[in-house]
T-cell receptor
Framework: DAGITQSPRHKVTETGTPVTLRCHQTENHRYMYWYRQDPGHGLRLIHYSYGVKDTDKGEVSDGYSVSRSKTEDFLLTLESATSSQTSVYFC???????????FGPGTRLTVT | KNEVEQSPQNLTAQEGEFITINCSYSVGISALHWLQQHPGGGIVSLFMLSSGKKKHGRLIATINIQEKHSSLHITASHPRDSAVYICAARGAGNMLTFGGGTRLMVKP
C-alpha cells in the first residue's frame, strides 16, 4: 500500500468554524489531490498540487483553499465551514499526472 | 465536460457467478481507471487502461475506444468481491471524471 495518511479521520465541527485536513505521504510523489465524495455525485476534485507551492483549482474549489509547503504534506482548509461541506474527503497521490492515483483512507467531516 | 455513466448502479450476485459492470463516457479520453471501494471506505486502484484488455487474477477490464465504453468483469465471484466499483475517465489536463459507482453484493 502506498504510504498515505489523512488526519483527522473523523471530525464534527460547527458551521462557521475553520477546519484543516491534512494529507501526508511517504512516497515522494509530486502530484497530490483532494477529492470529496458525496452520494449521487461520486468523487469530485477540489484542488490539486503539482509540486511544492504549486497548486490549482479543481471542479468544486469554492469555499476551500490548499497549501503545500513540503513534498509530503498537502493541507485542505475550509475557512468557514458550511453544512454543504459535510462529506468524505479523500487525498490521492500520483508520480506522474497521467499515472495511477493512490488514495488515502479518507476523512469523514460533519458540519452541524 | 466528460460525462461518465456506470451501469448497473446496484448488483446482487450469487457466489460463483460471472459479473459485468459497464462504464461509458461522452468525450475522448487518454485512459480509463477502475477503482474498488471497500465497505470500510478505502479506495484501491484496480486497473488503468487505454486500449484492449487487462487481467489481474479473476478481474478483467476491457475498453473500446471507438464506442467510448469499458467493462469490468469478475469471474467466479466471491463474497469478498462485495464492494463499490468506480470507473474514472482521464481527459483534458489529465483530470479524472468519476462515475457514480456500482455497488456489488455477492451472496454465499
Amino acid at each position: 500500500d502506498a504510504g498515505i495518511t489523512q488526519s483527522p479521520r473523523h471530525k464534527v465541527t460547527e458551521t462557521g468554524t475553520p477546519v484543516t485536513l491534512r494529507c501526508h505521504q511517504t512516497e515522494n510523489h509530486r502530484y497530490m489531490y483532494w477529492y470529496r465524495q458525496d452520494p449521487g455525485h461520486g468523487l469530485r476534485l477540489i484542488h490539486y498540487s503539482y509540486g511544492v507551492k504549486d497548486t490549482d483549482k479543481g471542479e468544486v474549489s469554492d469555499g476551500y483553499s490548499v497549501s503545500r509547503s513540503k513534498t509530503e504534506d498537502f493541507l485542505l482548509t475550509l475557512e468557514s465551514a458550511t453544512s454543504s461541506q459535510t462529506s468524505v474527503y479523500f487525498c490521492a497521490i500520483s508520480e506522474e499526472p497521467s499515472g495511477e492515483q493512490y488514495f488515502g483512507p479518507g476523512t469523514r467531516l460533519t458540519v452541524t | 465536460k466528460n460525462e461518465v455513466e456506470q451501469s448497473p448502479q446496484n448488483l446482487t450476485a450469487q457466489e460463483g457467478e460471472f459479473i459485468t459492470i459497464n462504464c461509458s463516457y461522452s468525450v475522448g479520453i487518454s485512459a480509463l481507471h477502475w477503482l474498488q471501494q471497500h465497505p470500510g471506505g478505502g479506495i484501491v486502484s484496480l486497473f488503468m487502461l487505454s486500449s484492449g484488455k487487462k487481467k489481474h487474477g479473476r478481474l478483467i477490464a476491457t475498453i473500446n475506444i471507438q464506442e467510448k465504453h469499458s467493462s469490468l468483469h469478475i469471474t467466479a465471484s466471491h463474497p469478498r468481491d462485495s464492494a463499490v466499483y468506480i470507473c474514472a475517465a482521464r481527459g483534458a489536463g489529465n483530470m479524472l471524471t468519476f462515475g457514480g459507482g456500482t455497488r456489488l453484493m455477492v451472496k454465499p
